[in-house]
């Protein structure tokens, strides 16, 4: 049975296009979801255990999460209740407010969707600063409703419950200047480091986006990387794509 599963394997492996080498994430199972950025990768799979890597091997961190981000504005997450925690020296630190998915990929202020999909963001001094219960977290309410949101340096996407696609800039201070919307269908999304968005459609499909830069934020367009298997999340850093099954079953795929 193992020999099957790893002749399926290759054979998916294979089908995968060759322009992005795909391989399988080794040493962690059942991944829920992934996050990657500046150099950093963390993933929490479906019993709530959150990870980091370490060369190829996948450390356990304390605590239970259902969502983990990790990106210029430090290590964050949130649990299955939506209590929000911070990563600071080692250990979980709960911060004020309640969200169901969170991002620190911004010019090192958080954003995030609470359970009713009204979007927040956290300055990057709060951010930055918090350290632990007494420090200030003066979470902005952004207009419009987002079920998933994520920011790079050239602006912050997100999706709703319909999966429609939008746009807006967002500065440290967490002023905007409202949402735009793109064309395209997504379920999540996920921007890098280096402001490259990808994102994954109801069908489990993975997109980029092209043609995006500071002059033009929005980009040109969206391409489909081929995979094969359902996909259900995805996340870029530093030329190397992570996605996540639907199954749980994670790959690598370098550009």
Request: with cysteine; charged share 15%; net charge neutral.
């Amino acid at each position: 049975m193992r020999a099957t599963a790893a002749v399926l394997l290759v054979l998916c492996l294979l089908t995968v296009s060759h322009a992005w080498d795909c391989q399988e994430v080794v040493n962690i199972k059942n991944l829920m979801q992934i996050d990657a950025g500046l150099g950093q990768v963390v993933a929490t799979d479906t019993s709530q255990i959150p990870y980091y890597l370490v060369g190829d091997k996948w450390i356990r961190l304390p605590g239970s999460l259902k969502h983990i981000t990790v990106g210029p504005a430090g290590i964050w997450g949130v649990n299955k209740d939506y209590a929000i925690y911070k990563y600071v020296a080692g250990n979980w630190v709960k911060a004020e407010g309640l969200l169901k998915q969170l991002d620190a990929g911004g010019e090192q202020f958080i954003v995030g969707a609470n359970m009713n999909d009204t979007p927040f963001c956290l300055t990057r001094s709060a951010t930055v600063g918090y350290k632990g219960p007494g420090s200030p977290l003066p979470w902005t309410g952004l207009p419009g409703a987002v079920k998933y949101y994520s920011c790079g340096p050239f602006g912050c996407w997100a999706v709703n419950k319909n999966d429609d696609i939008y746009l807006m800039s967002l500065n440290q201070d967490c002023q905007n200047n409202g949402w735009s919307h793109i064309d395209g269908k997504l379920s999540m999304i996920e921007v890098a480091t280096d402001g490259s968005v990808f994102g994954v459609n109801s069908a489990g499909q993975v997109y980029t986006r092209d043609g995006i830069t500071a002059s033009k934020p929005e980009g040109t367009g969206w391409s489909h990387i081929p995979m094969c298997m359902i996909m259900k999340h995805v996340t870029y850093d530093l030329g190397r794509l992570w996605v996540v099954s639907k199954s749980g079953f994670a790959m690598v795929c370098p550009h």
